[in-house]
Nanobody, 124 residues
């Protein structure tokens, strides 16, 4: 099993920045592709960003492309999401997710392991 714990959420003004971190434990993290998803009240959980096991391949939702950056440190078993130029529509619960395959995907069902989530609120 893999345990994922997110941190770094909070309240920020529009235009500001936040950095989320996800710490993994339990199994060899370097074999996992990792992703970030988010869920706003009353909406489905949606893909935000993903990264391959090596860090050499990334994917982003169109809504965050150019503003968010996903990265990972396999030595520390962590994956991060740097969020810049935040907008009120980025307000959501953000979840870290892992899949035991090297290639990242944008599909929620492809991820087996999930964190508990961290709340991001962007005020206008």
């Amino acid at each position: 099993q893999v345990q994922l714990v997110e941190s770094g959420g909070g309240l920020v003004q529009a235009g500001g920045s936040l950095r989320l971190s996800c710490a993994a434990s339990g199994r060899s993290f370097s074999n996992f592709a990792m992703g970030w998803f988010r869920q706003a009240p009353g909406k489905e959980r949606e893909f935000v960003a993903a990264i391959s096991w090596s860090g050499g391949s990334t994917a982003y939702a169109d809504s965050v492309k150019g503003r968010f950056t996903i990265s990972r440190d396999n030595a520390k078993n962590t994956v991060a999401l740097q969020m810049n130029s935040l907008k009120p529509e980025d307000t959501a619960e953000y979840y870290c997710a892992g899949r035991q395959f090297p290639r990242p995907t944008t599909v929620r069902a492809d991820y087996r392991y999930w964190g508990q989530g961290t709340q991001i609120t962007v005020s206008s």
